[in-house]
Every structure is written in structure tokens, then in C-alpha cells.
């Protein structure tokens, strides 16, 4: 898995190519791996993927939303709810493949001629997919009047149809013009009322994959070696999530560059007494990990250990704090609290983002931990807890660990970092 961050890299600066490049011929050699590494074991056997009964249940609590927020049907495309409610992976660019789904009566699917039959491999496999109702159109034809006469044969040519967030604005609009009574609106309440209450299989998959994110840090960092570039850390990462049987890989921001908390495109390297903070995560059957650490390769000055110690404090006070029927802004107010009154504020001075995000098949999702955020915590919602301090020109610091809501408080999938000098608690 490439992030953004490494996507950024790796294509704005040549050094960062080569050094892809070199990691990538080594590999092709067969240079071995360090031992840190090489003795992973795999955790592929651990996961069980979603069950299409899954997906049924989840479409008819999708069903059940469209009802209670006066929707007669919402609009999937590709992306991840329709992956989530259906398992389809697809891939279409400018050409409409969609998923129309009723509150009442079957869904129906529209997709391109020449595609018919990747469609009919993966709607087999969802709901059902044994005898779907399938609309096709050819290269001169309008999908468009396909999905209006769709509408039409269901009953609802004057309805409502939510389209999912994601659905490109030029899809909605052909859809729009076709349909001129069918109201538009956002699909949201249904699709974020579904996916941010995980089930427990859900959570099950999100605790695998950020034990297997914090196994491969572990690893990488046990081989890490004075004098290493970033890329070649980002690397040792990304091997340690393919040891371990999974997709992963994480950014690394070193020294003064930390302070950057989406990091920054100079190539840097890691040397004795400099803080690096790594940032990313992995894929387990669809679900993601997003973990921070920030350490130091030698010995830390009493500042940065006086700075890790207030995010730490800080991480502990949102985890404390969040429970059902809790503000997701009161979350982040305990963390930024802490920060503030140990001299790192005000507001977003020095810890310049919100605390968290909500996690799941998207590594960010809804809902968020951010001021302004009403919405109340509800037992298996899943977040990142990820407070940070930067100071510019020094360094930076940030501690993200993935956190499920409990029935009566929270817990962290992983163990929080003890310091700077011992992050994985091996000590």
C-alpha cells in the first residue's frame, strides 16, 4: 500500500525514485531481509473475510435509513460503499457503472456493454447476484435514460434518490436531466449511518490489521541503523507488512521535518539524536490501520521527552474521556487541554490539526473528532487518537493509535509507546 504521502515522494523528487528503484532490484536479487523481519510470520490465516449474509444485513439497515431520512433509493458507484454493501471492486473512469439501491424492491444495475461480463463476475458474488437485474448501454447510448427508466420501473420516477458523496458531479447531473422529477440528494445519512457502526467482525479485522501495522513498525525499527535514508526505512515497513501476510506501508519524516505532519518531500536521513516520527498503516480484507510513532535512534534531549510526554498525556486524556453518548469535540478538547496548559497553545498554535478521525474501510472516514462535531459517540464507533505537537524548524511529534468504542468507555487496538528511547515497549 502507497500513501499519499510516499506517492508524493516518490513522484516529485528523483532521489526518492532511485532509491525506490534500488530497494526494488535488491529485492529482485534476493538480498535478504534483516532478521527483525525475516522472522515475521505470516497473520494471513487470522482473517476472516466479510460473508455475503453480511452484506444483506447491510443493505437492509441501509434500507431502513432510506426510510427514516425520506429517501426512496440511493445511488452507488465506484468506491467503497459499494464495495461495502455489495463486495463489487470496480474501476470505470468516465463511464457510468452504478448500483441503484430501493428502499423498497430489488437493486438494479447499469453498466457499459463492453463491461457486461467483469459486472456479472462480481455481482455474483453479492446480494442477489445470482439473477441480477443488469441494464447495459452501448458507447453511443445515454446510461443515463438507463438509470431513469430503472427509477421508472421501480415506482419511483418522482422520487428522492440519494447519491453517495463520492459520485462525481458530471454522473449526477446526466442522471439529473434524464430524471427532471427525481429529487437529488446526499446519501450520506445512509451510508455513514451504516459504516461508522461497526459490527464486530468489522472490529475484529481493524484490531488485526493495526496489530500487524504495529508488528511491522516493531520490526523495522529493531533493524534500523544510523546513517539509513527514510526510503530505505519506508521500505523495511513495507516489507514487514508482505512478511506478515498483508498490504502496509508508512511515511518517515525525520528532524526537523517531523514538524511537517504530512511530511515533507526533501529526502532526509536518519542519524543519531534526531526524531523521526513514522506515519501509516495496512489493509486487512478491506480494513484499514493508521498508526503514529515517533522516536528517537540514540539518545533524546530533555526537550523532545518533555514534548512527548505532553502528547502522551494528551493521548491518555482523549482516551479516557471518549465514551458513548461523549461529543466527538469533547474528545478533542480533553487532548487539547492538556497540550494547551503545558504551554503548547492556544488552539491549533502547535497541535495544528483536529484529534482524530473515524476509521474503517477508508483509513479516514465518518465521523471526526473535531470541534463543532455535535454528533454523540456510539459503542462501536472506530477513531484515530492522534494528538501532536510541531514546533517549525525543530521538530514534531505525534502519537496515533487506533481506538474502538466500548460499550462503557474506549480502548486502543494497540499498546500506547512508552518514550522516545523504548517506543514499542521491548525494554
Known amino acids: 500500500m502507497v500513501s499519499r504521502r510516499r506517492f508524493l515522494q516518490v513522484s516529485t523528487i528523483a532521489a526518492s525514485a532511485t532509491l525506490v528503484a534500488h530497494s526494488a532490484l535488491a529485492e529482485e536479487k534476493g538480498s535478504p531481509l534483516p532478521p527483525s523481519i525475516a522472522n515475521l510470520k505470516s497473520m494471513k490465516d487470522q482473517a476472516k473475510p466479510i460473508t455475503l449474509e453480511e452484506r444483506r444485513e447491510r443493505q437492509e439497515n441501509a434500507r431502513r435509513l432510506m426510510e427514516a431520512n425520506g429517501l426512496d433509493a ?7 460503499s459499494l464495495n461495502y454493501f455489495t463486495g463489487i471492486k470496480w474501476r470505470g473512469g468516465e463511464r457510468l457503472f452504478a448500483m441503484v439501491l430501493p428502499a ?3 437493486a438494479f444495475y447499469v453498466c457499459p456493454a463492453f463491461e457486461e461480463g467483469r459486472a456479472r463476475e462480481q455481482i455474483s458474488q453479492a446480494p442477489e447476484g445470482e439473477q441480477p437485474d443488469l441494464r447495459i448501454w452501448q458507447e453511443d447510448e445515454s446510461p443515463y435514460q438507463r438509470v431513469a427508466q430503472g427509477l421508472k420501473d421501480r415506482g419511483i420516477a418522482t422520487g428522492k434518490l440519494g447519491a453517495e458523496e463520492r459520485v462525481r458531479f458530471v454522473f449526477t447531473e446526466g442522471i439529473g436531466k434524464a430524471s427532471p422529477q427525481v429529487n437529488i440528494a446526499s446519501a450520506t445519512p445512509v451510508t455513514a449511518g451504516c459504516r461508522m457502526h461497526k459490527s464486530d ?3 475484529e479485522l481493524m484490531r488485526l490489521a493495526a496489530k500487524v501495522t504495529w508488528t511491522a513498525y516493531q520490526a523495522a525499527y529493531q533493524a534500523l541503523k544510523d546513517g539509513m535514508t527514510q526510503g530505505q526505512l519506508e521500505d523495511l515497513i513495507e516489507a514487514a507488512h508482505k512478511q506478515l501476510g498483508f498490504s502496509g506501508g508508512a511515511d518517515a519524516q525525520v528532524g526537523e521535518y517531523s514538524a511537517f505532519p504530512h511530511g515533507s518531500i526533501a529526502p532526509q536521513v536518519i542519524r543519531a539524536g534526531t526524531i523521526v516520527l513514522v506515519d ?4 486487512v480484507e478491506g480494513y484499514t490501520s493508521d498508526i503514529s510513532r515517533t522516536f528517537v535512534l540514540g539518545q533524546p534531549s530533555e526537550k523532545m521527552k518533555k514534548v512527548f510526554d505532553i502528547v502522551h498525556r494528551a493521548q491518555s486524556a482523549a482516551l479516557k474521556t471518549a465514551r458513548p453518548g461523549v461529543e466527538c469535540q469533547a474528545v478533542d478538547a480533553a487532548a487539547r487541554k492538556v497540550i494547551s496548559d503545558a504551554g503548547y497553545g492556544p488552539d491549533y498554535k502547535f497541535f495544528t490539526h483536529r484529534l482524530g478521525h473515524g476509521m474503517g474501510m477508508d483509513g479516514h472516514e465518518w465521523p471526526y473528532l473535531v470541534r ?3 454528533l454523540s459517540l ?3 464507533m472506530t477513531f484515530s487518537d ?5 514546533i517549525r524548524g525543530e521538530f514534531g511529534v505525534r502519537l496515533e493509535d487506533d481506538m474502538h468504542i466500548t460499550a462503557d468507555g474506549a480502548e486502543l487496538f494497540t499498546p500506547q509507546s512508552p518514550s522516545l528511547e523504548d517506543p514499542f515497549g521491548a525494554a
Not at 440511493?74 to 467503497?80: F, K, Q, S, V
Not at 501509516?280 to 489493509?283: F, N, S
Open 372 to 374: 463543532g462535531n455535535t
Open 104 to 106: 423498497k424492491g430489488a
Open 201 to 203: 467482525h468489522e472490529i
Open 386 to 390: 492522534e494528538p501532536g505537537i510541531y
Open 378 to 380: 456510539a459503542a462501536n
Open 74 to 80: 440511493i445511488l452507488l458507484m465506484e468506491g467503497t
Open 280 to 283: 501509516g498503516g495496512g489493509e
